[in-house]
């Protein structure tokens, strides 16, 4: 059964502290990885997506990769405007998301 | 450029009755997926129509229904509304064809319903 898991649940960071979040995934015929920020009230909005392992993409303070077995969004010295869900999802499933804190 | 719209955006139901969500999608979209997301939780897939058929579908029950018109906007219903059914329902579109899982979705912002 295809399965997308992302670790962690939540995470609270001071502004300018760099982390990682990950997504796992166990998908037969991978098409792409997609990672998704969702703020309160609202739809996800689209990020990137990833299509073979060792690809990177980038967009300001973020950086998704992706290997054969799981799919990482680092944040690079983040500001309190990243506060947000971040979902990934693989052939139209979605993970639970990691809900980011960030504090001034 | 019009993104994708929902209506209503809320809705309160009493358990039993039966509802109807509406979807436009994103100008150039051909396909519309619909998703159930319960607070604090990752959407949950429920199906995806294309070409006025459903195309796909997740782990839902017959109650949830749905139908893809001629200009690709799309309707979701569910029957025999149950306290578990609150949620919010995002609609996504995206280019369809044979590459309709490698594209991006483009959500809309939700229907928040409420069955009590």
């Known amino acids: 059964e295809d399965q997308v898991t992302q670790s962690p649940e939540a995470l609270r960071l001071q502004e300018g502290e760099s982390s990682s979040l990950n997504c796992s995934y166990t998908?037969?015929?991978?098409?792409?990885l997609f990672w998704y920020r969702q703020d309160p009230g609202k739809g996800p909005e689209f990020l990137f997506t990833l299509y073979s392992a060792g690809e990177e993409k980038e967009k300001e303070r973020l950086k998704a990769t992706l290997t054969k077995k799981e799919s990482f969004l680092h944040i690079t010295a983040p500001k309190p405007e990243d506060s947000a869900t971040y979902l990934c999802?693989?052939?139209?499933?979605f993970g639970t998301g990691t809900r980011l804190q960030v504090f001034p | 450029d019009a993104g994708v719209t929902q209506s209503p955006t809320h809705l309160i139901k009493t358990r039993g009755q039966q509802v109807t969500l509406r979807c436009s999608p994103k100008s150039g979209h051909d396909t519309v997926s619909w998703y159930q997301q319960a607070l604090g939780q990752g959407p949950q897939f429920i199906f995806q129509y294309y070409e006025e058929e459903e195309r796909q579908r997740g782990n839902f029950p017959d109650r949830f229904s749905g139908h893809q018109f001629p200009n690709y906007s799309s309707e979701l219903n569910v029957n025999a509304l149950l306290l578990g059914d609150s949620a919010l329902y995002l609609c996504?579109?995206?280019?369809?064809?044979?590459?309709?899982?490698?594209?991006?979705?483009?959500f809309g912002n939700g229907t928040r319903l409420t069955v009590t």
């Open positions: 999802a693989a052939k139209l499933i």
């Open positions: 998908v037969s015929g991978l098409r792409g």
């Open positions: 996504a579109s995206s280019l369809g064809g044979q590459g309709a899982n490698n594209s991006p979705l483009h």
